[in-house]
């Protein structure tokens, strides 16, 4: 593997934890990941709260846009070193192919935008799954990437998710 690795984050409607965690990737791995997001289902927007909390992050808000992940099984889509669900329905969905056999992990997340009680509770559901993103991809960029091998990387990336607790 390189030093820059692709990483795809992959929810049913892809308008808010995978494009947090695509943002989140991106922005603090300084360029030792590419974050992608798509969705089995995408609604075809990005929600508002998730693009409040991007802008945080001084990614570029022009590149987000909820997409079928379809677009990253062709052939012509950048190659995939990591795929991570981060919804219990996308996990069992029939994904397509993945070039390139990427590692894999499910990181499951309750939609935030699903919460009811008001904006402000959706508002802190929203800030909780970027909370915990953030923690498991700090883990992640501690991994010795290059010293593991397959399987290794595998187990690893999934026991990420294990290590934390998620509380709303």
Not at 27 to 50: D, E, M, Q, W, Y
Not at 116 to 124: I, K, L, S, T
Request: one cysteine or more.
């Amino acid at each position: 593997m390189s030093d820059s690795h692709n990483i795809l984050f992959l929810c049913t409607g892809n308008s808010a934890r995978s494009i947090l965690a695509e943002a989140l990737a991106t922005t603090l791995s300084h360029g030792r990941f590419v974050g992608f997001s798509a969705g089995a289902k995408p609604v075809g927007k990005v929600h508002p709260i998730a693009i409040e909390l991007i802008k945080s992050m001084s990614y570029p808000l022009q590149v987000l846009r909820s997409k079928s992940w379809d677009e990253f099984g062709r052939q012509s889509a950048p190659k995939m070193d990591f795929i991570i669900t981060l919804c219990d329905s996308a996990v069992g969905e029939d994904c397509p192919y993945w070039p390139g056999h990427p590692s894999t992990a499910h990181w499951g997340f309750p939609d935030p935008a699903a919460v009811e009680g008001g904006n402000e509770a959706m508002v802190h559901a929203f800030k909780q799954v970027e909370i915990g993103l953030r923690n498991r991809i700090e883990l992640l960029l501690d991994l010795p990437i290059a010293k593991l091998d397959r399987l290794e990387l595998r187990e690893r990336l999934q026991s990420i998710h294990h290590r934390i607790k998620f509380s709303q």
